[in-house]
């Protein structure tokens, strides 16, 4: 549930942009597998930032007015910036990321049944701008 009334706002507006469109146009092509890419690269900030670039660029191209920007609250609220610095020109940037958090077991209670889960595990994402690739490297722990 979004923290803010305007945030309710706008994925209100997301969904039932995406149903009207959806009602139109029904997908008929078959739903794309994508097996470990999902845990791998889409709990990250920069591949669901693209995505959700993506869907408003098809919104817009369905006739239907939407700005990418009206959910820039949402990937600031879901993946905070820990912080960036800028060594001679090269910009490194954190933030944090989705990270599923396994289950442990089940147990029934009075109140019905309680998951327990692993929640020491944590995700970041670590973004360099305008490093040569060729040259730089990002390693960790070693």
Do not use: K
């Amino acid at each position: 549930m979004p923290p803010h009334l305007h945030m309710a706002m706008v994925q209100s507006l997301l969904v039932r942009s995406l149903v009207a469109w959806f009602w139109d146009q029904p997908l008929r092509a078959p739903l794309i597998r994508h097996g470990a890419n999902l845990h791998g690269r889409y709990l990250l900030p920069h591949f669901l930032i693209h995505d959700i670039a993506d869907v408003a660029a098809d919104l817009r191209a369905h006739g239907i007015a939407f700005e990418t920007s009206w959910l820039d609250p949402f990937t600031e609220f879901r993946f905070p910036r820990i912080g960036t610095a800028v060594f001679d020109g090269i910009e490194i940037e954190l933030r944090g990321a989705i990270e599923p958090w396994h289950t442990l077991g089940e147990e029934a209670t009075a109140a019905g049944t309680a998951r327990y889960v692993d929640s020491s595990v944590e995700r970041i994402q670590v973004r360099i701008i305008g490093a040569d690739r060729h040259r730089y490297v990002v390693t960790c722990n070693g």
